[in-house]
């Protein structure tokens, strides 16, 4: 994608978020923006980081390092989304900020057994099968309350949300059902946990829908880079 595409994308992105901020009586810069970068090159990431974007998604661990270690001059903050094997979560715990996937007992200590001391805190979201569907990552909602219960009790960790990726549908009725849940149940956390200040949903498919019911993190990539050769 050439760079001028790639900034007009971002900046009508990034003007959409304070126009829906507005609609839906969101503070202003209420809603952070993920640029999902998975399967882009350094080059466009590069690119949207010199127009003020900080944020990155990844998928992958090898490929976000790849990019990671090659981006050093600019203080970037990598967000891990995808879904998490064992043996990948001491690369995790050393290279990102953020982990958005975050669904067994194991990873999460794991991840903060893993964590360098010299690094601050790790910062977690709890994936939500929020549509109970068999192929998806993510705890069912009524393993919720336990989960976040022992991770908030390691001390690498800091347990900072909920992340869902709902079923990819057009029809907004129905992503307004699963959003809705997703916001009951970060209601009810943020009622337990102080530090609890996230809620990771929203794709460039339905982010207004996101934005509408409280939404803190969207995580955006076609919208930004274009469509994708693969997942
Ligand atoms: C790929 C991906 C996104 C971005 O999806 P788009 O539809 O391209 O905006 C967001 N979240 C997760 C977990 C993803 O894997």
Known sequence: MTTSTLANNYQATKEKISLLEQRYQRHTDEVCLIAVSKTRSVEEIRSIASLGQRHFGENYVQEA????????????????????????TKLIAEHFDWVHSVDREVVATRLNDQ??????????????????????????????????????????LTLRGLMAIPTATDDIAQQ?????????????????YNQVDTLSMGMSNDFETAIANGSTMIRIGTALFGPRNYS
Not at 69 to 84: A, E, R, V
Not at 176 to 192: G, T
């Open 65 to 88: 390092l790849d990019k990671i270690t090659q981006i050093t001059d600019i203080p970037l903050i990598w967000h891990f989304i995808g879904p998490i094997q064992k043996n990948k």
């Open 115 to 156: 964590r360098p001391k010299s690094l601050p805190k790790l910062n977690i979201c709890l994936q939500i099968n929020i549509d109970n569907e068999k192929s998806k990552s993510g705890i069912p909602t009524d393993e919720l309350s336990a989960l976040a219960k022992s991770i908030a009790e390691l001390p690498n």
């Open 176 to 192: 307004m059902s699963a959003f809705k849940k997703m916001n009951v149940l970060f209601s009810e956390l943020k009622s337990h």
